[in-house]
Nanobody, 126 residues
Framework: QVQLVESGGDSVQAGGSLRLSCATS????????MGWFRQAPGKEREVVAT????????YYIDSVKGRFTISIGNDKNTLYLQMNSLKPEDTALYYC???????????????????WGQGTQVTVSS
């Protein structure tokens, strides 16, 4: 099993920054893929960024490219999401997720993330 606990959510003004953290523990293979997802009110949950710990390859959705950075601590137990130039449309409940990899061309597609944290709220005001 895998345990995930997010922190760092807050209310900020547009243009501000936040760093989300996710403390992870449990089966190592099930944490080879790690990612951040978000769900805004009335919308479906969407992937924000993923990271393959095998080679640190990352993926971002277009709307956050150049503004958000996913990274992992040296101990491979803490996942981060640095969010800069925040916009009101970034407002959502942010989830940390983890899962085992696939071995196709893209190791960490959204569907492999089967373990979830409880979420941390990010609110961006204009």
């Amino acid at each position: 099993q895998v345990q995930l606990v997010e922190s760092g959510g807050d209310s900020v003004q547009a243009g501000g920054s936040l760093r989300l953290s996710c403390a992870t523990s449990g089966d190592v293979y099930s944490r080879v893929c790690m990612g951040w997802f978000r769900q805004a009110p009335g919308k479906e949950r969407e992937v924000v960024a993923t990271l393959y710990t095998g080679d640190s390859a990352t993926y971002y959705i277009d709307s956050v490219k150049g503004r958000f950075t996913i990274s992992i601590g040296n101990d491979k137990n803490t996942l981060y999401l640095q969010m800069n130039s925040l916009k009101p449309e970034d407002t959502a409940l942010y989830y940390c997720a983890a899962g085992p990899p696939t071995y196709g061309g893209f190791h960490c597609p959204p569907y492999v993330h089967r373990y979830w944290g409880q979420g941390t709220q990010v609110t961006v005001s204009s």
